[in-house]
């Protein structure tokens, strides 16, 4: 029920940082977990990170562990994704996500954004 934009996406090379932020409007935010996917063309859509509600709790695909960080400000309606170290092969449409089921049901996520672009060249 609650709607999600993202932004923040770009172009960046190989080894840059980039920040996704992800605003939500029509619910208080804090009555939702949150997560990032992301879809590269022709791929499925894939599971990046979770956080739980309070964010004390958060899960990372194995992909992007040690590089990739979740957070989030119930206070603004925000969630975060800064990523770091990135590769060309973290090229994708980045999606914010809100489920409220458990941070860690992946397939309990049911409201989406409509994307941002990240691309990482070589």
Known sequence: QVQLVESGGGLVQAGGSLRLSCVA???TLS???MGWFRQASEKEREFVATISRSGNSANYADSVKGRFTISRDNAKNMVYLQMNSLKPEDTAVYYCAATKDTYDYATGYADWGQGTQ???SS
């Open 118 to 120: 990240v691309t990482v």
């Open 25 to 27: 409007s029509g619910r």
């Open 31 to 33: 009555g939702y977990a």
